[in-house]
């Protein structure tokens, strides 16, 4: 049988001991973790090994022995740390052992319970893996479902292949916190045995961050409750705070504070890095609202937007008059129907007069709006972009409503020509049981229904090259507050904590491992370095991704050119009934 040995490269040039570390009878394998040195008492060690396994709930044992021949043949020694395995016993009993003045190592697994000929342990061939023991510590292995639950005791029987490895070296951190400079009376070698890595700034900012945290969580749970009041519940007040953009992305940002200063200590490492991922991109679109906020006071730039508003809304006013004239007459030399045409150019000229109008009476006015609205900065990025966004909605709102007009009449239209034909095959809907039956019809039904469907088929190409034109506006102005509300989804769930440990410290996110020969001779035993693959950019932003507001909604193309077709209403928002396809 071969065994699989993990080795920790930093203890490669440690002095000799015995190798502490746990044993994974499934998978034939053993995790060593340390290296206790000379001079120890064996009942120091094994409640040290007490003390840990009650703090990782796992079990460690004492695997064997390692001897490091440095200078001069240390046979006593080595007879000494042979008779070691009568005091810790363990099966199999590990003997790791580098050779003097040579890169050459032995390893041996001796069973002294069940020998192979009498008088004479048994040995298997021992296949040693050396491993990063830090970068393991530091690494999370994807899919995390393939880790053992920590919750479940020692979960040996449940951990598998690469999973039991990072879940061991996860879960004897405690192993890990004693160093050379202590004044303990066991000495170890694993990877801080040089001194615990540890930081001021960590420290303090990790002991200043419960009070912080408990006094935001506070005035996080005052702004909600004020939120939630009656008033804002009223129908006008009500409708607003469900259909702008800014309500929304200032609802999302409530609650993405909220789950950040949360005084809850996360459950898991999943839960921990979407903590982290929220509040990196929080901290960033703010920076980028700062820096948009300096951008917009510096040179007087709200000033020069406030005077350049009202000029673009009436170059907007004057093309639209410019393209109801040029459809009033033969447009494209399509012959319409004149009195139809007539009545409804001059009823969307009205609008734009009236929209013309409001402009000039607001004018006064924006450049301070303006001033107020660039303040709104601060609260990070994808509030201004939202503010934007309705902005937009708010000067394109004639636009909306020829829309809205031309899609009603068209829609009109088009369920009149439907029913009118059903009634030539004898055919009518059932309201009630949502379906068409067969009717009879008598012949004055049958011919006013000639004459309605003839006026209509005859009034259709006015109706519908006014809804063609319209809804082409309309989808331009679609589609500049879906590029918004793009970018700022983006801004919201990108998982940037997550890349940025990708691009700096791969290991970190571990997709699995490969494996690099270090020896392969005939009579040693097999050496192999274990090295971390990186998860994919891909697939970081697959599993990290944060949920975003999406308040706005999300047809295919076949719903899309649906609605168009029959001229049903696109909203801008997503409504109640609304199936995602």
Known sequence: MVLKAF????CASADSGLLVGRWVPEQSSAVVLAVVHFPFIPIQVKELLAQVQQASRIGLAVLGTWCHHRQEPEESLGHFLEGLGTIFSHEPWLQLCRERGSKFWSCKATHWQVPISPGAPGEDQVMLIFYDQRKVLLSQLHPPAALPDHQAGDATASAGGLAAVFDTVARSEALFRSDRFDEGLVRLSHWQSEGVEASILVELAKRASGPVCLLLAYLLSLI??????????LWPLSFIWSKLSTCEQLRHR????????????????SQLMRKANMLVSVLLDVALGFALLSWLHGKDRIGQLADALVPVADRVAEELQHLLQWLMGAPAGLKMNRALDQVLGRFFLYHIHLWISYIHLMSPFIERILWHMGLSACLGLTVALSILSDIIALLTFHIYCFYVYGARLYCLKICGLSSLWRLFRGKKWNVLRQRVDSCSYDLDQLFIGTLLFTVLVFLLPTTALYYLVFTLLRLLVVTVQGLIHLLVD?????????????????YRL???VKFQVLEHEAGRPLRLLMQINPLPYNRVVHTYRLPSCGCHPKHSWSSLCRKLFFGELIYPWRQRGDKQD
């Open 224 to 233: 909600s409750a004020a939120s939630t009041c009656w008033v804002f519940k």
């Open 254 to 269: 409530l609650e993405q504070l909220t789950f950040i200063f949360s005084t809850q200590k996360a459950e898991n490492t």
């Open 7 to 10: 080795f920790p490269t930093c």
């Open 490 to 506: 983006l801004i919201n769930s990108l998982p940037l904590y997550a890349l940025g440990l990708r691009l700096c410290r791969p």
């Open 510 to 512: 571990s997709a699995g």
